[in-house]
Structures are given as C-alpha cells and as structure tokens.
C-alpha cells in the first residue's frame, strides 16, 4: 500500500521547500526531511504543441472512457496511472460561458466564466478527484479520508464508490451546506461531523493518517492538484489557445489556485500557449490569511486565523498550500483581493441573473473583479475569466435567505446590505387567483430594467 510512482513516467515527486526528490511519499504527503508539500515535476517533455493540440481535440470524438474525460483527456500532461485503475465519471468538460450582465457591472466590455461547477458533484473537485482516487486504487488502499468544507467531501465519497473503496468524511459540524452533505451521504461515506472548524478537521485528519492505512485525499496530495490542473488546459483548448488578460480565483486551501497557476507555467514551458495570463486569488474579507500574507506580510509568512464567512466552502484560516500558491501568484504577476460578505451575496445573486448562478465561494471571483478593476489593475478591454468552482444548488439555504433579505437583517451589515434590495427576487405568496397572478406580472414588468 505505497504511493509509489511508476517507472514509466517521466514525473517524479519534489518537496517544494527543500527540493529533495523521495521515490514515494509517506502517507501525510509531507516531505520526510522538512515536513513541506510535495509536488510533481516533470522532465524530458518532447512535445510537439501542435500535435498535443490535436490530440486532445481528437480524443473528443473517441467512445473511449478515459478520452471522454475533461481530465484524462489531457493525460501527457499529468503523472502516469496504468488505465484499468482509473476511475472516472467524465469530469471535466465544463461550459465557458459569457456574463454579459456581470461584464457591465464590472466595467468591462466582455466577461467569461469557467464553470467547475458543471462537473458531475457539482464542483471543481472532481477534476482532481478522479486522479488522486484512481491513484488510491492503484496503491491498493481500502479507505480513502478527506477534511472538508463539503465539496471536497462529496466528490471524494462519489469516486471512492466508483472505485469501489470506502471513505471517511471529517467535516466542521453545522457548517456545511446540505447540498454537499446530502452528496456524502448518499454516496455512502462514512461522514463524522466535528465539533471543530475545517482547521480543526485537518488536524485530527493529518493524525490519523499515521496511525491508519488510509489514503489521504486532501489538497495536499499533488495528485489532486495535477487533476486540476486540466481546468486550465480545458480552458485555454476553449479559448482557441489565446491566454486571456486575467484569471480570477476563490482562495479557500489554495490547492486550486496552485493547480491552475501550475497548468499555465507547464503551457507556457512546452509553448502550448506564449503567454502567461495575470492569476488573481480572492478570499472573504473574514477567512483572509492569504490575502494577509501578501499585503501584510510580502509574501514572507502565513499567519493562520480563526476564519469566518457566509461562504463556507472557503471557511479557512490555515491554507496548506499557501506556498504553492504565492509562487504562482507571484510567477503570473496576479493579485489578491478581499471581499466583504455583503458583495459575496451581491455578486452571486449578480452571476445568478446572468442566468448561470453559482454557490457564494464562486462568487468572490466577480466582487473581487470589481476592486481590481476599480482600481486599475483590470483594464475595461482586457479579456477576463472567472473560475466559478461550485454549482448554485450547492447552498440553497443562502440563497434563499438573501432573497428573502434575512441575510444580514440584524447583522452589523444590515444598513451596507440595503444596496442589495434590487437584485432580491423573494417568491410572492399569494391567492390561487388569475388575477392576483396577472397584478404581480403587471407590477414586475413595470420596474423591469430589460
Ligand atoms: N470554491 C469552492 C466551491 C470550494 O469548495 C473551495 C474549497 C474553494 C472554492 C477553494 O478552493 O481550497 O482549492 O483554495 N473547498 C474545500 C472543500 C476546502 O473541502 O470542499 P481551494
């Protein structure tokens, strides 16, 4: 039950601190010299881009399990895991869509955004869900075991039943969503809820690693992450291999931002792409330890916080892959942003009538825009994606209270809160009465904007 690597690949394991290079990883994925995160580099890559390119494509046409996959599609690009233990559910293969509404909010001329949402849980997880299970599966493990804020949760537990393995859940009780609960659930993990937050999760995760044969499925292992990284090569295959000025992410963990600044540094080296767009990274104004450590700390430490937010997903004070993600950030000459809870719940309700709709972690991409090209940093003609990472039926109780506008009433942002009255749309209850019905129709055509 080691995590040994293959012989035939040319991807070998490095700590990111230390840069020693271990033939396996212990079963915490930390290095066993310095304790820091190891990644996957990669060597002897002889590609032909434009062969790459039309490879990828062609695979699209296949009926072939793995080259229907918006991940395994992709697979020259990520460490080699033999085929019979790949356990996929077609991940990938997310919609870009345009938000022109979002566009003209933001000040910008046009506006798209990449829907991880799409996925088969209904989150960006699965990309790097698929791989890092398969390579559970080839390891030979029964159990596999996340920390989660619940997505990383349900996507776990739906590919370990795929892949015929049991899981185990460690979530922060009460704060998590349903929708991802209900996932876990379903798909049969064994789900403990912890009288701790996320944090607090991870440490008893990170313990029992050591003590037990099961394999670990957070963002740490850099199986997930070469997963994800595929959502950049979708997106940039999506937009004809022209990079776009920006890419704007949520920052929770940090594994996803590391994934996806990884993919475009891996493009841009094998000259997939000739640029580097700028990746941005957002977080909620209440579970900032990133954007502290940039603004506050130049880049120099991390201090970890008692997190706080409405958007659970990214409920998050000590991210593990701070460091992966200030390199990238700092490679692709991105910025970070914070964004208070009153613009989360605007901006979702925002992307929501652009008739796409996301969960409230997704929605610090477009509230994090906003500041950055108020203050100058995204230009009106520059070209720009939001990655949206969770689906709008993710959270519905959120949703339903801001429209309802019990949010925030009784909050100190109550008052900040009144500038989102127009975008609430709370259901009207009235009489089983055509009339009635034709009243409220005439009223809201009246104060429509379209
Ligand atoms: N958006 C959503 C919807 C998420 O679920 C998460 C993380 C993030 C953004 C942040 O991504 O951690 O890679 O920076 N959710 C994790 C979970 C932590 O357990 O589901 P990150």
């Known amino acids: ?30 290095c066993a010299k310095c304790g820091d995160l190891l990644e996957f580099f990669f060597f002897g890559w002889t590609f032909d881009p434009a062969a790459l390119k039309a490879l990828w494509l062609n695979r699209k046409t296949s009926r072939n399990a793995l080259d229907q996959s918006g991940v ?62 398969s390579s559970a599966r080839h390891g030979g493990f029964r159990w596999v075991a996340c920390a989660s804020t619940g997505n990383t949760s349900a996507s776990m537990a739906a590919y370990a039943a795929r892949g015929n393995m049991h899981s185990l859940v460690l979530i922060p009780e009460g704060k998590i969503s349903w929708g991802k609960l209900s996932q876990a659930l379903d798909y049969g993990a064994l789900t403990c809820q912890l009288r701790t937050d996320f944090d607090g999760c991870v440490r008893i995760l990170n313990e029992l690693v050591r003590q037990k044969p099961v394999y670990l499925l957070n963002s740490v292992n850099p199986y997930r992450i070469e997963g994800q990284k595929t959502a950049a090569i979708e997106l940039l295959e999506q937009l004809g291999w022209e990079p776009p000025d920006h890419i704007i992410v949520p920052g929770g963990n940090l594994g996803n931002s590391s994934a996806i600044g990884k993919a475009l540094l891996e493009m841009r080296e094998l000259k997939l792409i000739a640029r580097l767009p700028k990746l941005s990274i957002i977080q909620a104004q209440g579970a900032n330890p990133f954007y502290r450590c940039v ?7 991390l201090e970890p916080m008692t997190a706080d937010t409405m958007a659970t997903a990214i409920r998050i004070g000590n991210p593990a892959s701070w460091k992966k993600a200030l390199r990238v950030l700092q490679a692709t000459g991105g910025e970070v942003e914070q964004v208070t809870e009153v ?26 825009l906003k500041k950055l090209t108020k203050r100058g940093f995204v230009k009106p003609g520059e070209s720009v994606v939001l990655i949206l990472t969770g689906h709008l039926l993710k959270d519905p109780d959120f949703t339903i209270k801001f429209h309802r506008g019990e949010m925030f009433a009784g909050t100190p942002d109550d008052e900040d809160a009144r500038r989102t009255k127009p975008l609430q749309r709370a259901p009207v209850v009235m009489e089983a009465d055509l009339g009635a019905v034709i009243a409220a129709l005439d009223r809201a055509e009246r104060s429509s904007s379209r």
């Open 1 to 30: 039950m080691s995590i040994a690597q293959s012989t035939e690949t040319a991807a070998k394991l490095r700590c990111i601190a230390c840069g020693c290079t271990p033939d396996s990883a212990a079963r915490d994925f930390r």
């Open 72 to 133: 395994w599609r992709f697979r020259e690009l990520l460490p080699h895991i033999p085929e019979e233990h790949a356990i996929t559910l077609r991940e990938g293969n997310t919609p870009l869509y345009q938000l022109p509404r979002c566009a003209r909010i933001a000040g910008l001329d046009m506006l798209q955004a990449k829907h991880q949402g799409m996925n088969p849980t209904a989150s960006f997880k699965d990309t790097g869900m698929t791989f890092a299970a």
């Open 295 to 301: 603004r506050e700390f130049g880049g120099k430490k």
């Open 343 to 368: 613009e989360i719940a605007a901006a979702k309700a925002e992307i929501g009538a652009d008739g796409v709709g996301c969960e409230p972690a997704s929605a610090v991409t477009l509230a994090g």
